[in-house]
């Protein structure tokens, strides 16, 4: 029987890349939900990724400033706390009422596609790959099912193989589109540089690569 696409830890980042998109109130699953999802993660490749900066506080610190924040992006925290309001609060308060459902139809509604000043949602024009879970469907964007079709094509050369978690991290750090790139650059940490200690410490540490 063929093994599945995806190892059981590589499964977990992507599903744990859901949960931080509809978390966020982000339409869809991207390269930077995969990267957020793999900076927690107990994994020599995570692991990497934390020693040089790459923390799953410091990768939402720059998803919200790029992006703005999901449904409360254009919302002045600063400037609304000076009258008493806690935009914080009321994004948890909105998080807790509202299903997952109708936080992602508001995010569609108030985020069009393309750039829109500082933010960047790269939701695909058609219904396609993506993950359903939990009565909630967030599409991939078209950088995230770049790296899944490169993996798809590796496999069909090794049916055998499949796609662990540090070749989930090597893929979405080639990414040369989306907002993996500009996370990285405001984290002051080159992909490539990245890249190079991912392999090396999978290498190093045995890590087969279906883990």
């Known amino acids: 029987m063929t093994p599945p696409l995806l190892t059981e830890g590589a ?4 599903m744990g890349a859901f949960e931080h998109a509809r978390r966020l109130g982000h339409p869809y699953v ?9 900076a ?4 020599p490749a995570a692991a990497v990724l934390r020693e040089h900066g790459v923390t799953p506080d410091r990768v939402e610190e720059q ?3 790029l992006w ?3 449904l409360f992006g254009d919302l002045d925290s600063n400037a609304l706390a000076a009258v008493g309001i806690d935009v914080d609060a009321v994004r948890t308060r909105m998080t ?18 393309g750039f829109s000043g500082s933010r960047w949602d790269p939701r695909p024009r058609h219904v396609g790959p993506g993950i359903h879970a939990n009565g909630v469907y967030l599409p ?8 899944m079709r490169t993996a798809f094509a590796e496999r069909e050369e090794r049916p055998d193989a499949q796609v662990g978690v540090d070749t989930l991290a ?4 080639s990414c040369p589109t989306g907002l993996v790139p500009q996370v990285l650059a405001a984290l002051g940490v080159p992909a490539d540089v990245l890249r190079a200690a991912v392999t090396g410490r999978c290498r190093a540490t045995g890590e087969p690569p279906s883990a």
Do not use: M, N, W, Y
């Open 11 to 14: 499964r977990k980042v992507q």
């Open 30 to 38: 991207g390269c930077e939900h995969t990267l957020l999802s793999l």
């Open 40 to 43: 927690g993660v107990d994994h």
């Open 63 to 65: 998803l919200i400033r």
């Open 68 to 70: 703005g924040g999901g």
């Open 96 to 113: 807790e009422t509202f299903t997952p459902e109708a936080l992602s139809r508001a995010g569609h509604a108030t985020h069009p596609r």
């Open 140 to 147: 991939h964007s078209p950088d995230l099912i770049q790296v």
């Open 170 to 173: 090597l893929g979405v750090l």
